[in-house]
C-alpha cells in the first residue's frame, strides 16, 4: 500500500486484537527478561523495521507471560527462558524499505557475509510473532520484504493496523487449529532432528551440546510461534469464526484494492465484538475512561462452552484475571484447559528434541491432551457473549455505559478506508451493503441471545457473511507465506533465511552440503583484500564457525586424532574434511581460525 | 435518556372486546441510539467509533435513509422479542405499520404492512421464526420500501 498510511495518531502500538503482545525499544536489549520488565522503554513503532529489531518484552506482553506460565507448567528448565543472542552474519550493505535504508538483517551467503549482528531473543517473545510478522522466515528476515500478497510496501506490510489485523481471522477459531497444527508438525520435525542429532553425537563426550541446544532452542521457537494461535484460541473475544482469511485475495473485491478495504472494513467490526479496549482507551476523549469492552473484558454472560462445559472466559488485556496470574475460580476452567493443552504441547516439542536443556519435570495435575484437537480448539462464545460482544463498553467516572451495537447503530456507520490522501469514505455501495451486511448480523445475534443464550451457533459462524466475507471456518488452506513444511528445501528462499540463522540447529544439512569448494571459499573470503576491517573479522568468524565444524586434528586421514571427531564427520560420514596441524595446538576451533585466516 | 415506547395495540391481540385479551400487549423499552459518548471527528458532522491507520469506522448522526428505517423497524422488534412470551410475529404485528413508502421520513419507526403480511405468512407455511425474519427483512427484503434500491444502486 501507499506510504501515506501512515498510523493514526489516536493508534497505540499495542492495538491488536490478540492477548497483548509488546514490543520495546530497551537501551540495553541484551539484558535478561526480568531486567527488562523492570525498565521503562518506548514502545516500538509499529512499521515492521522497528518491531524486527526490538525486544518483544513489556508491561502487556501477554502471550509472551503465557508462554512462560506454560513452560514452567511443562516442567521445562528455566534456561530455556534465558535471553538468546542468535548471531545473523549478514552484510553491511543497507536494505533500501520503502524509501529509507536500515541495516539489513537478512541472512547471507556465509562466503559473502561482512557483518555480524545479533537478535536477542527468548522462545517465549516468539509467542508474539503472529502479531509482527508473518512468518518466523518473515521475522528471520528482518520484516524487510512484504510477505502478504497484494500489500506492497514492507513498513505498511508489517503495521497491525494497515494489513496484519485485517487477515489475522487466523487467530480466531477455528481457523487457529490448523496453524498451531502446522507449527506444532514443523516444531516436532524440528525435534526429531535434534533427537537424530543427539543420537549420532552421544558419544562425542558433550563437545556438541550446543548445537544440540541450538536445535532444540529452534524447535521451541517454532512451537512458541504455533503456541500464540493456541493461546487465541483461548482468548474469550477469540472464540468465533470472525470472518475472514489469513490472505488478501480470498476476500471479495475487483482488485486487490478493494479486497484489502473489505478486509480492513471486517477486522474494524470484528475488533469490536472481540472487545476494542486497547484501540477504543486511545481515543483522546477516552483516555480517562476504563473502555471494558465485551467479549475480552469480565462480564457475566462473557462466557464459552467448552467440550459441554459452560464457563467463565476473558481475554485480552485482563490476562492477570486468571490463574496462575491470580487466584480465581471463576476462571479455572479457562485456565485449566488451556495450560493443560499448551504445557501439552511444548512438553511434547521439548521431549521429542532430547531436553537438552535439562530434564523435564512437569507439574503434579497436569493434564495431557493432545493440543491439536477438538479439545484445544471447540470452545466457542455462546451467544450471550456474542450478543454482549455487539456493543462498546465503558466506564464513565464509575458509571457503567453500554453503547448497544444495534441494528440502528450500525445503519448509521460510515466505514472508511486509507487512501494515499487519507482516510476517505468507501463507495457509497459498499456502504450500504456493510450498513445492510451489519445490520442483519447484529439483528440475528441479538435474536439468538434471546432465544438460546447458551448455544453457540453465532460463533459457529451459523449467521452467514459480512460484506460478503464468510466466517472464517469456511476458509481452508495455509497461506503461502507460512513457514514451508519440513523438509526445507535448499531452494526455498524463504526456508534459506530459517537454515541460515539456525545455522547450528540444522548444523547436519550444511555439513553435507558444504564441501571443500565450499569451505575454500569461506576462506577466500576471509582473505579478500577489499574488505574492511570489520568485514574481515566477521568473514574470519563464520570461517572458522564452519571450519571448525569438518576439522580433524592431524595432518591426514590416516593421521589424526580419532578422539575429536568434528561435527560434521558425526553427523554426515563422509562429508568434506579439513586437515590442520599445529604443534602443541590440540584445541579445533583455533586451528580452524588460524587455517582461516592465517 | 431511555424512550420508552409502549407499543400500542391492544386491538390487535384482542379482536374481540368481550373477551381478556390471550396476550399481555407487549412493551418494548428502545434505547435511543447512544452517540453522546463518542467524540465529535475535526472537521465533519461525524462522529468516531473507531480508528486504525488501515480505516476506521464513524457515525453519521443524521443519516436516515431505507437501511435505517428497516434498522428502526427490526430493532423495534428485537427489543420487544421475549421468547416464550412475546414472538417475533407478535412484536412485528404490534410495531406501527408504515403508512407512507418513505418510511425514513415517517415520525416514529415503523414496519411496513406488506412485511407483516410476508412474515406472517413466512410462519404459517412453517418456516422457522427467525429464519423467517432474517428472510423477509434483510435476505429478500422487497417488503420495506427503498432498501432493494439502495443495496442495487450502481
Known sequence: MRRALVLAALVSSSAAYAWESACSAYANPAQETSMLKGTDAPACQPSGLDTARQRWVGRFDEHRQLFEATRVLAGLPADVSSTTALPVFTTSEGAAVDGGVVATLIPSAFDAATRV???????????????????????????????????????????????????????????????????????????????????????????????????????????????????DAWSMGHMWQRWGAPSLSAFPGADAEAQRDRAVLVALVSGLFHGARSVLQALPAWTGYDVNDAMCAPWADGRFMASGTLAQGVGDNYLQLIPPFSVNALYDTQSQIFFSCAASGVLEVYRAAGENHGAATPQAGLVSIDPTSARCF???????????????????????????????????????????????????RVRTEFRHSLSRFVTMARIRAKEEPLSTDVADGRWGDLLGVKPNGQYTGLPAYLDPPLPWAATDANA???????????????????????????????????????????????????????????????????????????????????????????DPFALASRWCCP | MLLALLLAGCDLFNPDPTKPPTNPPPVATVPDVELKWLPALPDSSLKLLEDLSGGRLAVDPDAN?????????????????????????????????????????EPE???????????????????????AFERVFYLEPDCFPGVRALLEAP
Open chain 1, 117 to 231: 549482528r545479533y537478535r536477542q531473543v527468548t522462545a517465549g517473545e516468539l509467542s508474539q510473532l503472529p502479531d509482527y510478522s508473518y512468518a518466523l522466515w518473515d521475522w528471520a528476515s528482518g520484516h524487510e520484504t512484504c510477505p502478504l500478497a497484494g500489500a506492497s510496501e514492507a513498513t505498511d506490510c508489517h503495521d497491525f493496523a494497515a494489513h496484519m489485523g485485517p487477515v489475522n481471522s487466523n487467530h480466531f477459531v477455528p481457523q487457529s487449529q490448523a496453524f498451531y497444527a502446522h507449527y506444532h508438525a514443523l516444531a516436532l520435525g524440528r525435534a526429531a532432528e535434534c533427537a537424530s542429532m543427539k543420537a549420532k553425537v552421544a558419544g562425542s563426550g558433550g563437545r556438541f551440546a550446543a548445537f544440540l541446544r541450538a536445535c532444540e532452542w529452534e524447535a521451541l521457537a517454532l512451537e512458541a510461534v504455533g503456541q500464540h494461535y493456541l493461546q
Open chain 1, 378 to 428: 471447540g470452545q466457542r462464545a455462546t451467544n450471550a457473549a456474542m450478543a454482549r460482544g455487539a456493543a462498546v463498553d465503558l466506564r464513565v467516572a464509575g458509571a457503567q455505559v453500554s453503547i448497544p451495537l444495534d441494528a440502528r447503530f450500525v445503519a448509521k456507520l460510515v466505514p472508511q478506508v486509507a487512501k494515499s490522501q487519507g482516510k476517505v469514505s468507501v463507495s457509497e
Open chain 1, 496 to 586: 534459506l533465511h530459517l537454515r541460515r540463522l539456525f545455522h547450528r540447529a540444522h548444523a547436519a544439512e550444511w555439513c553435507a552440503s558444504m564441501d571443500d569448494a565450499a569451505l575454500r571459499s569461506l576462506k577466500l573470503h576471509a582473505a579478500d583484500a577489499a574488505l574492511d576491517a570489520e568485514a574481515r573479522g566477521v568473514a574470519c568468524t563464520v570461517c572458522a564457525e564452519f571450519a571448525v565444524r569438518h576439522l580433524r586434528v592431524g595432518t591426514s586421514v590416516s593421521d589424526y586424532d580419532a578422539t575429536q571427531e568434528p561435527l560434521c564427520a558425526v553427523l554426515v560420514p563422509g562429508s568434506a574434511a579439513l586437515y590442520q596441524a599445529q604443534p602443541g595446538v590440540t
Open chain 2, 65 to 105: 435513509d431505507a437501511l435505517t428505517a428497516l434498522a428502526a423497524c427490526t430493532d423495534r422488534v428485537v427489543y420487544c422479542y421475549r421468547p416464550g412470551s412475546l414472538d417475533l410475529r407478535t412484536c412485528l404485528e404490534a410495531a406501527p405499520s408504515c403508512a407512507t413508502d418513505t418510511p425514513w421520513t
Open chain 2, 109 to 131: 419507526a415503523c414496519c411496513p404492512a406488506a412485511c407483516k403480511t410476508a412474515y406472517a405468512a413466512a410462519i404459517t407455511a412453517g418456516e422457522p421464526a427467525n429464519r
